[in-house]
């Protein structure tokens, strides 16, 4: 039997655009799913300071995403990590625990 589980939104990548989305989507009591193909924070995971961030004089790019990620997940979204949503439309098979049916 497959996992089934019904989303309102489903947004592919998470990086900061991805997460801010759901942060939004959450909020207005979408039920939201991240689709990510490696880890969440996307380039900003690179950023080794962000400096000047109100509130923050200097935090690491990674960290920063941590706590979005985290922040998301407290809202209620569900993340999936490993999973290429493209690849996955293209093979039509599962990846990862998920399974795409068009
Ligand atoms: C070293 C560095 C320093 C930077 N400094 C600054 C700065 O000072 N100020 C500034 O404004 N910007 C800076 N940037 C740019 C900033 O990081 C980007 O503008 C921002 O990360 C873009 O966010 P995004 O969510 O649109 O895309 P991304 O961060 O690229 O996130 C996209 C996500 O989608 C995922 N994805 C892609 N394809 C698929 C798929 N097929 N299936 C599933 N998931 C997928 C990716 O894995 C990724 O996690 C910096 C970037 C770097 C690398």
Redesign the pocket.
Known sequence: MKPTKQYDIII???????LTSAIYTSRAKLRTLI????V?????N??IDIENFPSYEKLGGMEFMEKVKAQVERLGADIEEI?????AMEKREIVGRWVFDF
Do not use: M, Q, T, Y
Request: charged share 15%; aromatic share 4%.
């Open positions: 592919l990548g998470g990086g900061i655009a991805g689709l990510e193909k490696n969440c924070g996307g380039l900003v690179w950023a999973v290429d949503v493209i690849e």
